[in-house]
């Protein structure tokens, strides 16, 4: 298996531009993660899914956020309108039940 | 509220000085413990779990030990190679996977 993958690796857009974040999970596992890594606060998580299902969307910082998880192969997140504080390393992970689970590279976003 | 807590923030070895890690932790209803340790630029990578106080887990030279509060990941005659930040995670009944800080290590030559 190829891991989790995200894409794309590295954003960079303008103040007030859509921003959609893409993860394609481990074939197999069932839930599914999107976390916030900045120096200042870490890594938060932002949102989980179970079976597709979104579980607990707590951390998710205001209305502008959102995220999807239409199939289990495939989750978004996106960020209408950017800001430049939501400028991060936004990361996707994946597991199967309660094991351990496993991150993608992440998506650097960089918004100006 | 689930909180995880790691210290030091970053700690600095030589080579082959060995000291300890430590994660506290306050969750409703562990599920699990996990260790990752994360290289610049990269994802967090697994190392370990742990389900229950007493548990101990190996892996060349770190160990990670679980108690009802806190646990700690021992390095053992560290080499250049484990500088990384080590972060700490704890599962919640809920299935919420919570992280904290992170410890930050440098190992000298």
């Known amino acids: 298996d190829a891991g989790v993958i995200q894409s794309p690796r590295h954003e960079v857009t303008e103040m007030g531009q859509e921003v959609t974040l893409r993860c394609k999970p481990i074939?197999?596992?069932?839930?599914l993660f999107w976390y916030r890594q900045t120096m200042m606060r870490g890594l938060e998580l932002l949102i989980y899914f179970n079976n597709n299902v979104p579980i607990d969307d707590s951390g998710m910082p205001e209305d502008r956020f959102s995220a999807k998880m239409p199939n289990a192969s495939f989750s978004t997140l996106k960020i209408q309108p950017s800001e430049p504080r939501d400028s991060a390393v936004y990361f996707c992970a994946s597991r199967f039940e309660g094991t351990e689970a496993f991150f993608g590279q992440g998506t650097r976003l960089t918004v100006v | 509220e689930d909180q995880v807590t790691q210290s030091p923030e970053a700690l600095r070895l030589q080579e082959g000085e060995s000291s300890s890690l430590n994660c506290s932790y306050t969750?409703?209803?562990?599920?699990?413990l996990f260790w990752y340790r994360q290289d610049p630029g990269k994802g967090p990578e697994f190392l370990f779990t742990?389900?229950?106080a007493g548990e101990e887990k190996e892996k060349e030279r770190l160990k990670a030990t679980l108690t009802k509060k806190e646990s700690f990941l021992h390095i053992t005659a560290p080499k250049p190679e484990d500088s990384a930040t080590y972060l700490c995670?704890?599962?919640?009944?809920?299935?919420?996977?919570?992280f904290g800080q992170g410890t930050t290590l440098q190992v000298k030559p």
């Open positions: 742990l389900y229950s």
């Open positions: 074939s197999g596992h069932n839930s």
């Open positions: 969750v409703s209803g562990l599920r699990g």
């Open positions: 995670a704890v599962q919640s009944t809920t299935g919420k996977l919570i």
